[in-house]
Nanobody, 120 residues
Framework: QVQLVESGGGLVQAGGSLRLSCAASGSIFRIGVMGWYRQAPGKEREVVAR???????NYADSVKGRFTTSRDNAKKLVYLQMNNLKPEDTAVYSCYADVYRSTYNRNDYWGQGTQVTVSS
């Protein structure tokens, strides 16, 4: 069994910052890509940021220059530092991981999500 648990969401004023963390645990051989999605009410889920095991990153255009993702491979953690937050960043943020439980046994796993609310 593999679990992803997020922490760090909350309420912040526009222009403020939050840092999300996500910890993976369980029967894990190795982790490939990790990242973050978000979904706002009435909107489709969108990729916010992705990071490979080697540290290569990709960001949605809407968050470039404001959000930074990083990871600690040894501790199976992924982070999302969110700066200069805007009301339109309000959403449920979920982490995901491309987990290998053995050399060829691969699945995507998701966290339960954490609410981020940005007030104007």
């Amino acid at each position: 069994q593999v679990q992803l648990v997020e922490s760090g969401g909350g309420l912040v004023q526009a222009g403020g910052s939050l840092r999300l963390s996500c910890a993976a645990s369980g029967s894990i051989f190795r982790i490939g890509v990790m990242g973050w999605y978000r979904q706002a009410p009435g909107k489709e889920r969108e990729v916010v940021a992705r990071i490979t095991s080697g540290g290569n990153t990709n960001y949605a255009d809407s968050v470039k220059g404001r959000f930074t993702t990083s990871r600690d491979n040894a501790k199976k953690l992924v982070y999302l530092q969110m700066n200069n937050l805007k009301p339109e960043d309000t959403a449920v943020y979920s982490c995901y991981a491309d987990v290998y439980r053995s050399t060829y046994n691969r699945n995507d796993y998701w966290g339960q999500g954490t609410q981020v609310t940005v007030s104007s």
